[in-house]
Nanobody, 123 residues
Framework: QVQLVESGGGLVQPGGSLRLSCAASGLMMDWHVIGWIRQAPGKEREAISCISTGDGNTYYADSVKGRFTVSRDNAKNTVYLQMDSLRAEDTAVYYC????????????????WGQGTQVTVSS
């Protein structure tokens, strides 16, 4: 059974940084796509980044490009999202997710999700 567990969320001041982690287990393919999706209160989910664990291909939404960096540690089956220059509008629940049938980044759709971790940017 595929399981994704996020960690690293919290409260940070504007301009600060946080690093989120997504630990994956149970994935059957050698290559995977791990994505980061966020949802702010009253807003739709926004897919902000992903990485293909095989070739390292990455994707960033315009809203985070230049501020967020996604990376992977294949030995630890963990994907990271380094978030710098955080803004109040980055406040959201952040989820990691995968497409268990493909490794394209970004995928057609994500079919397995973690439980989410809260990120709050406030002074």
């Amino acid at each position: 059974q595929v399981q994704l567990v996020e960690s690293g969320g919290g409260l940070v001041q504007p301009g600060g940084s946080l690093r989120l982690s997504c630990a994956a287990s149970g994935l059957m393919m050698d290559w995977h796509v791990i994505g980061w999706i966020r949802q702010a209160p009253g807003k739709e989910r926004e897919a902000i980044s992903c990485i293909s664990t095989g070739d390292g291909n990455t994707y960033y939404a315009d809203s985070v490009k230049g501020r967020f960096t996604v990376s992977r540690d294949n030995a630890k089956n963990t994907v990271y999202l380094q978030m710098d220059s955080l803004r109040a509008e980055d406040t959201a629940v952040y989820y990691c997710a995968t497409d268990t049938s493909d490794y394209a980044c970004p995928p057609y759709e994500y079919d397995t999700w973690g439980q989410g971790t809260q990120v709050t940017v406030s002074s």
